[in-house]
């Protein structure tokens, strides 16, 4: 399949600023004359309120369409539209790229897309397996690895002519960590039900927050909240009334 030239094919991708992520969003949206069902959303840094209003930082957002301009359609080669492998290669040899000039000894590869991963859109997945440094690439809190999923995606889409989300993992790292937080999520609610209390967890990222969300959506006895501000912002599991 021939790369598409930048003149071909540009995304059209936005980074916002605002106090918080919510008001991001919608001058994101604003800009671009999209709904939120139209974009997909990284969130690079929730922002965080400083002390008596001093040393905060406003939240920091990157939003790009779900479809490709209409240019790429007319452009595209006959053959149709691209599959997940062709997907999958292209991320592969992209994220191997993108580790050599990070100078990470490292190999990629190809993994099955999780269930929950391919409904939120994503069309490949990759896994990077012995590096040299498991917790360089993860990052605080997985910024690092979010960052690196989100250039590769953007590299894909340039390369393909049509974006596609690619989920990017470290030695299984996002794996072990959706367990580990679906079993923490029905941990506090047994204890909940015990206390009849509410019981708030750990500050997580959004896509964190969003693994214990849905573990409890369908549970009979509790419910789950986002609460607070930027990287403060955690779930409150309650029982129900």
């Known amino acids: 399949m021939r790369a598409l030239s930048e003149e071909e094919y540009i995304v059209e991708s936005l980074e916002v600023t605002a106090r918080t992520v919510s008001e ?16 997909d959303i990284s969130i690079l840094s929730e922002g ?6 001093i040393g905060g930082e406003d ?18 080669p006959a053959t149709g539209t691209p599959s997940g492998g062709e997907f999958a290669e292209t991320a592969r040899v992209v994220l191997e790229n993108l580790l050599g000039g990070m ?15 391919a409904e939120d859109g994503f069309v490949a997945a990759l896994d990077i397996v012995r ?9 605080r809190r997985g910024d690092t690895l979010g960052a690196m999923q989100f250039l590769t995606t ?4 340039r390369k393909v002519g049509k974006w596609g989300k690619i989920l990017v ?3 299984g790292y996002r794996g072990r960590r959706e367990l580990s937080l679906r079993s923490l999520a029905n941990r506090i609610a047994t204890r909940v039900l015990e206390t009849r209390q509410p019981m708030a967890l750990e500050a997580m990222p ?10 409890l959506q369908n549970h009979p006895a509790v419910t789950t909240a986002s609460t607070g501000e930027g990287d403060q912002r955690r779930v409150v599991i309650s029982p129900k009334r």
């Open 206 to 215: 959004a896509n964190e927050r969003r693994i214990v969300h849905l573990t």
């Open 154 to 157: 953007l590299i894909v889409a």
């Open 169 to 171: 993992d470290v030695e």
């Open 131 to 139: 590096p040299e440094d498991v917790g360089i690439l993860i990052g």
């Open 24 to 39: 991001a969003i919608e001058k994101a949206l604003s800009k671009l004359g999209k709904t939120r069902e139209e974009v």
């Open 48 to 53: 965080s309120r400083g002390i008596l209003g």
């Open 59 to 76: 939240a920091r957002i990157l939003v790009s369409p779900r479809e490709a301009p209409e240019t790429v359609k007319t452009a595209a």
């Open 103 to 117: 100078r990470i000894t490292a190999e990629v590869e190809v993994s099955p897309v999780p269930e929950v991963a």
